[in-house]
RNA sequence: GACCCCGUAGCUCAGUUGGAUAGAGCAGCGGUUUCCUAAACCGCAGGCCGCGUGUUCGAAUCACGCCGGGGUCGCCA
């Protein structure tokens, strides 16, 4: 199944086709220009362009042979050459009516075939979560769904940072404070105990405490450095400590992503490529691909033509600590041999957009990356409502958790102003505020552009009027409702009929999902779906204040319309579910 | 300094591989409830699309140059 405007384009590409002109001029799209028809097909004026014609002469032949199709119901030539089209509506009742015994609702499926890693969260072991990690969770989670939808076979990957110098920070700050002696005896030759030494709670102390330190003494930097390449080079006892970190941290971390409802394929990081780390390295270096520079080994992949200054991907650092674009790719190595895929989607922020463009280079010079491409789509930084950045690393920062508590606190509050839920059991309201709570933070964020930096405005996070994730979860929930009554009721549920103007709307908007599925995939881009998801809800919002449905006498037309009330229900929670919003049952 | 991202309504943002009269939400003003959830719906008002030059039949969109904000630029991630 494919969208109308597909159909449309296929149509009019014929008719362009048989007037001799490139057919790809073809494209029919939705109307810029909703008061004067439903799509448009602007082909005419580069045609002319090419064929150095009149366009209105070309738009006319174009015009005359669409014409004769039955679909339309209206063909129309407008300013220099721009046609006109509207179906007709018993060309929307069917297309609706398919849709809606489609169980995919007409999603394309372009990426049958191919695969796709995803490579989101980027979390660190041993910090918490904080606000700026929840644009490549939220984003990146829904590229993976959506990606998935769209047929692609995905693999996900959350690709935690484990191994490079914090690891060595944490691992000399507790030395230092002689938290946990064994692990730091030279002569101990283990087992090593099975708990950890530290809680998560202490990580969280010790992590900021430990960093601090490095910026203040350079003293304690180096030996921060010298702890991460010892424990890269093996030394037992802090591997055992780093086991205990990355342990104590994935609890954390699965909760709090798991709480987002969000999940991933595969918990690799940094360090889970260590053993291909050697052997690409060797390689790299017998092909000559890899260089030594000011003592360390790097990759150079500058070009002729470049316009910035790039510098090489240093491999090995001269202390003979790998760093993070090390580990890259050799990351790249294992997902090339493991899922062979054809594109891999790093979803990382924007500040790190030359870091990939060096590993990118230094993958395709050293032939690593097989079949895939390899791509960054980054993100712009999430601000204070000062309008700078949230800090990252120097502690103080609000955490994801706090955060989430707050937005829930804030939903719940609203169902209590608004009376809503009194008689809902206490189990039902924290549901129910808590996914609303959630819908709120995640439409915020995904609604915004990917690569512009937003205002994390949390008074206006937590607004419900407007354009929201709980205005959209309030108009399904009404849907649901109306089908719940329909169905203690006894109303049959029909084919949809299209006969009104709020009637039309509704069904060609419902007939685009495919469309917005298709360039939200291509651009990388969910607030595409924010911006269908919010015009479907408002399209039926009006719909639904227009019309009576269940008090509507006439039986086969309250069948037709519950009809287009369940396939709205459907898409719009499909759409939802591409952003990570659930849906509750009742509000 | 070089390069990257951004600059659109009072505020927050869409729209940018060139197309008709630049959209939405919030805030403001005015309406709608004997009726399926008013967290809604309808209407009004609000714009040298940062500035300039150029390419084009046509520019918010492309090119060049400025201005302003943010970011990056060899051993952090």
């Not at 939705?30 to 439903?38: E, K």
């Not at 039955?70 to 046609?83: Q, R, S, T």
């Not at 995905?154 to 935690?160: A, I, K, N, T």
């Not at 490079?164 to 002696?181: D, F, T, V």
Request: some cysteine.
């Amino acid at each position: 199944m494919t969208s109308l405007a597909v159909e449309l384009t296929a149509v009019a590409q014929a008719a362009f086709a048989a007037e001799g002109l490139s057919p790809e001029l073809g494209v029919v799209q939705i109307s810029d220009r909703p008061d004067l028809a439903q799509f448009q097909c602007n082909g005419a004026l580069p045609a002319a362009k090419q064929a150095k014609a009149n366009p209105r002469a070309i738009a006319e032949k174009i015009a005359a042979r669409l014409k004769t199709n039955p679909l339309f119901a209206k063909v129309e030539i407008a300013g220099p050459g721009f046609i006109n089209l509207d179906v007709t509506d018993a060309a929307l009742e069917s297309r609706v009516g398919a849709a809606a015994k489609d169980t995919r609702l007409g999603a394309p499926q372009a990426g049958t075939g191919k695969a796709a890693v995803i490579d989101f969260g980027g979390a660190n072991v041993a910090k918490p979560m904080h606000v700026g990690h929840l644009r490549s969770s939220v984003i990146g989670d829904s590229l993976q769904r959506l990606f998935r939808a769209n047929g692609w076979n995905v693999v996900s990957d959350v690709h935690l940072g484990d191994w490079g110098l914090q690891m060595g920070q944490l691992i000399s700050e507790i030395g230092h404070r002689g938290l946990a002696p064994i692990y730091f005896d030279p002569n101990f030759t283990g087992p090593y105990p099975g708990e950890s030494p530290v809680t998560m709670d202490d990580l969280e102390e010790i992590y900021p405490a430990a960093s601090a330190a490095c910026k203040a003494d350079p003293a304690r930097l180096e030996e921060a450095r010298k702890a991460t390449a010892e424990l890269q080079a093996g030394r037992h006892g802090y591997r055992a400590l780093w086991q205990h970190f990355f342990a104590v941290s994935r609890i954390g971390l699965e909760r709090e992503w798991g709480s987002l409802g969000i999940h991933f394929d595969l918990w690799k990081g940094e360090a889970s490529v260590e053993p291909l780390m050697a052997p690409m390295i060797e390689d790299l270096n017998a092909r000559h691909v890899a260089e030594e520079s000011e003592g360390a080994l790097v990759i150079r992949v500058a070009r002729n033509g470049d316009k910035k200054e790039m510098p090489p991907l240093i491999l090995v650092k001269s202390d003979g600590a790998v760093l993070y674009g090390s580990t890259d790719l050799a990351t790249i190595v294992d997902r090339v041999r493991s899922q062979n895929p054809d594109l891999i989607l790093y979803v990382v922020d924007q500040r790190q957009h030359q870091h990939f463009e060096q590993v990118f280079r230094a993958a395709r010079k050293a032939g690593l990356n097989g079949k895939a491409e390899l791509e960054h789509a980054g993100f712009g930084t999430m601000n204070g409502p000062d309008g700078k950045p949230f800090k990252t690393r120097e502690g103080g920062v609000m955490k994801l958790y706090d955060l989430i508590a707050m937005v829930t606190e804030e939903a719940d509050k609203r169902l209590t102003e608004a009376g809503l839920g009194a008689d809902y059991s206490a189990e039902e309201r924290a549901s129910i505020a808590k996914m609303v709570g959630i819908a709120t933070l995640k439409f915020a964020d995904l609604s915004n552009y990917r690569l512009t930096d937003y205002i994390f405005d949390l008074a206006r996070f937590s607004k419900f009027e407007g354009k929201t994730g709980p205005y959209l979860q309030y108009a399904a929930v009404r849907i649901q409702s109306i089908l719940r009554k329909a169905a203690e009721e006894g109303h049959k549920t029909g084919a949809p009929v299209v006969r009104s103007a709020e009637e039309r709307k509704l069904a060609l908007q419902l007939l685009s999902l495919p469309d917005v599925m298709t360039t939200a995939e291509e651009r990388r881009a969910p607030n595409m779906l924010c911006d269908y998801a919010f015009t479907l809800a408002q399209e039926f919002s009006r719909f639904y204040s227009e019309h009576h449905i269940l008090s509507e006498a006439d039986t086969a037309l309250r069948a037709a319309r519950l009809g287009l009330c369940e396939l709205t229900l459907k898409t719009l929670s499909k759409v939802l579910d591409l952003l990570g919003i659930e849906v509750p049952a009742r509000m």
